[in-house]
């Protein structure tokens, strides 16, 4: 039989996710499987919920990965905090906002949705003015909207929830790693991220914190957890000192997440930052030298997530696969009401580098000059 | 800072999972990542569907790895086919039974558990009179019962079930890879496994497969599944021809799982499963030879997985570190009403070879003596 994966290529990944592997990371994927309840993977996992403490700026006793991809980690948030008749405000501008109105209505949350302009960011006035009318046990918002490339002030959200017994859910599948998550200063209560975007780990977990308001909220339910596989009250006496099973850690998953995470420790989260940054405009440059147009107003760019006009009379898809197939890069198309009319280029984690911007540019230039 | 994943040592790993993984394994999940929609990665998706229907003797469409650790296929297949307020059957012999009836309960079932002693098999006798006094919606059983070493009549069961509307949920997390598993013959409807037992990948996918069946009664369902992640009317989208994205798929992890069943499809299952009974026949016999008992009656052993009873006298606890410290052999304890009593010996996939056995058993007699 034919092994396909002896076929497989290095593609440059500039998508919106999975981002391109360091070599350790892959290394630390292929180290020896051991038990999940053995004492020596039981320290990994102990320094391992500290590393994920420090990218994450929280002190939360609760802080360890989920056993499945961001999208888990969104699960994982909801069905913990929403019991059946909670009214939930999610804040909404582009799919992952999307998501969590679905996610939280099938829990049964009677769900409102305050919706802004695709491309534009969450407006803290509109968001206060709507706190003023209505009580809320959840605020939901997504940091870094992966579907538009917009930076949602989550700060400042924050801040008009301080003091309030409201949650306040933060999600940061694209940001972690790339831009500053400062989940206590935000007065965030429940936060996940995902490792294939600036951690620069393939999918498979999804870093999440609760603080003690969201637990004592989720002590507090009246039925269980709808979701055994999720229900952090068990996984919690896993990962906390009891170290009692739940279900199998994905054992070299978390070794490639220790290893990711450790890099960015390494290299230092601010100088990570600041090659995000510059990658960033060094992008955002080359593509108005071509003539191409951003989506999202300076002020609110992601530099990870940079969503760029395609431009009339341009087969966005076959640009896609030119790339891909002549160039070996991987960009992304448009999600939901934006497919067909933007681009999604990636610059995330190990991706963040400038002679990957620069080779990107190039072949851009070349795919769209053949059209 | 130091990097925990540099002191990892090689452990034999004969507990209830995770067991010992082929160094093949370990570089498929290092090759380079690639987009989770890139053509090339679907074409490993395609063919990694097809030989999961062919290990599980299935011709189910839908037919696919779930993005979790096998309690996540558990947690699927509830969540998809339990509504509020639909019999559930749950023949229970273990913790895994125990499981699901928690699984299901919380979903909204309303459950039965039909109970046979820890260590002895299910009785077919007693559930063709369960179901002649009460119809039920699902009836779920697990295969190999991971927590005592019991084999269940699932073929048996399967059979009284024939021509029903009743859905056959199977869990075939212990059994998959070891001992033969014939999913449309047992007229199994619902049926999924993991990845780090008998298939020898580390632990973090689930293999599962609905026949059209279950599809119809998913697809008939009153209100949504209320669990976005694992809602199988679009994970089905994203494993079919459409192929919308949902999630990010695990793309190394699911290398490593395409890998693991590739060599079990070289090496021929016929041969994989007499490995298994070889091994466990050599097992008993030295246990017998120590003077140790098997808990389990000889027909309705799994090849594995041994439980074996504890001697009286002896601290169970201290013989595991012992092993663990000075042999570097992982074994399990017992769990529930077992802990404390039994050792569960694990002969699964990489891990089921004369050689472990052997080492295995050298180790036990001087950590025996040593007490």
């Not at 850690?249 to 220790?258: F, K, W």
């Not at 951003?294 to 009339?312: F, G, I, S, T």
């Not at 280029?345 to 080779?359: D, F, L, P, Q």
Request: charged residues 20%; proline residues 5%; aromatic residues 6%.
């Amino acid at each position: 039989m034919k092994n396909l994966l002896e076929g497989i290529e290095d593609i440059l990944l500039m998508g919106p996710g999975p981002s391109c592997v360091p070599p350790e990371v892959y290394s630390a994927l292929s180290r020896a499987t051991i038990g999940h309840l053995d004492p020596y993977f039981l320290n990994i996992a102990e320094e391992l919920k500290e590393m994920l403490r420090r990218i994450m700026n929280t002190r939360n006793n609760l802080t360890i990965p989920i056993s499945g991809t961001g999208s888990a980690g969104m699960e994982a948030a909801f069905v913990n905090l929403v019991e059946p008749g909670d009214k939930v405000l999610v804040l909404l501008n582009g799919v992952f906002g999307m998501r969590m109105q679905d996610v939280a209505t099938r829990l049964g949350g009677t769900v409102d949705a305050l919706e802004f302009r695709w491309g534009a960011p969450v407006e803290p006035e509109a968001v206060e003015k709507k706190l003023r009318q209505e009580s809320y046990k959840i605020v939901a918002i997504v940091h870094a909207e992966t579907s538009t490339g917009v930076r949602n002030p989550v700060a400042e959200i924050g801040s008009l929830l301080k003091g309030s017994d409201t949650i306040y859910l933060v999600d940061t599948v694209t940001s972690l790693g790339g831009i500053e998550v400062r989940m206590d200063d935000w007065n965030a209560d429940v936060l996940y991220s995902g490792t294939q975007k600036c951690l620069s780990c393939p999918p498979g977990l999804a870093p999440f914190s609760l603080n003690e308001k969201a637990m004592a909220k989720l002590n507090g339910r009246k039925t269980k957890v709808p979701n055994w596989y999720l229900d952090l009250t068990m996984i919690a006496n896993y990962w906390g000192q009891n170290r009692v099973y739940h279900h199998t850690a994905p054992v070299n998953m978390l070794y490639g997440l220790y290893q990711a995470i450790l890099l960015i420790l390494e290299e230092g989260p601010e100088h990570v930052f600041r090659r995000h940054r510059e990658s960033h405009m060094a992008l955002v440059q080359g593509l108005q030298e071509l003539g191409l147009n951003m989506l999202v107003d300076e002020p609110y760019r992601l530099p990870m997530l940079n969503a760029v006009c395609v431009p009339e009379g341009v087969d966005e898809l076959s640009v896609r696969r030119r790339l891909r197939s002549e160039f070996k890069i991987e960009i992304g198309g448009g999600l939901g009401a934006l497919a067909g009319k933007i681009w999604r280029i990636g610059i995330m984690g190990h991706t963040a580098r400038m002679e990957n911007v620069a080779r990107f540019l190039a072949a851009l230039k070349e795919a769209l000059e053949k059209k």
